[in-house]
């Protein structure tokens, strides 16, 4: 192909994209009551048994005209995306699958299955250890506080943990891609043991939105235990 052919096919691929993700977004339109309920259960659990500690019986307040249609605007791009990534997943391996060589090819595809598991397993982490963490957040503001959320915080705090779980379980697909480039090996990850666990320990510190302890261990271990597997697939491509 050409130049402008290649150009021509990634216009292409891209306007696909954006009219899944219009798509998805107008699904996530309608669905926001269902998903807003879902994100914040946990909330109106919290306030069923700890009644004095949170107002309105847990429910979500605005406190601007607009902020109720942003917020809905705001969730259901968030849907969007997520709707219509495994379009635009297809879309992207389309694209550059030609360019690749049959073993090329093979790699790929383990590699963006692993990080799409991994992905999804943080995110999956996240949404259950959310109540732990938001229990602990009401709690530490001391008996002598009412909790009051406001949508756009709530959601926004809420999102944002799940991506940075789900970005940061991709860390064993990095190590095993350094692995298989040569940049690093399985007996050197094993000689620095102790410094990446203190390294992991401030990365969990660090990225927790919610800076919270449940967060904060539902990271940090998985992290640990996903360094101790990529060296043991580090030995195993080695052989």
């Not at 991709?170 to 000689?191: D, H, M, N, Q, W």
Request: hydrophobic share 55%; glycine share 8%.
């Amino acid at each position: 192909m050409t130049l402008v052919e290649h150009l021509a096919e990634l216009r292409k691929r891209i306007v696909i994209c954006v009219l899944v993700l219009v798509i998805g977004t107008l699904i996530g339109f309608f669905l926001y009551n269902i998903v807003l309920g879902f994100i914040s259960h946990p909330y109106q659990v919290f306030a069923r048994k700890h009644p004095n500690q949170v107002g309105f019986k847990g429910r979500l307040i605005y406190d601007g005209p607009l902020e109720g249609f942003a917020t809905r605007l705001k969730v259901s791009a968030y849907l969007g995306v997520f709707f219509s990534s495994p379009v635009t997943l297809w879309e992207i391996w389309r694209f550059i699958t030609p360019g690749l060589r049959r073993n090329e090819r093979k790699y790929a595809i383990s590699f963006v299955a692993s990080a799409i598991l991994l992905f999804s397993l943080g995110v999956t982490v996240s949404i259950l250890v959310w109540p732990k963490a938001l229990s602990w957040l009401i709690d530490i503001g001391g008996s002598n506080t009412t909790a009051l959320f406001g949508p756009t915080e709530y959601v926004n705090l809420y999102i944002a943990a799940a991506a940075v779980f789900g970005v940061v379980f991709l860390f064993p697909v990095v190590l095993v891609a350094l692995e298989c480039i040569g940049l690093v090996t399985s007996t050197k990850l094993r000689k620095i043991r102790r410094p990446a666990i203190v390294g992991i320990a401030l990365l969990a510190c660090i990225a927790t939105p919610s800076n919270d302890p449940f967060s904060f261990l539902a990271m940090a271990l998985p992290l640990y235990i996903f360094y101790e597997v990529a060296i043991i697939i580090g030995r195993i491509l080695k052989k």
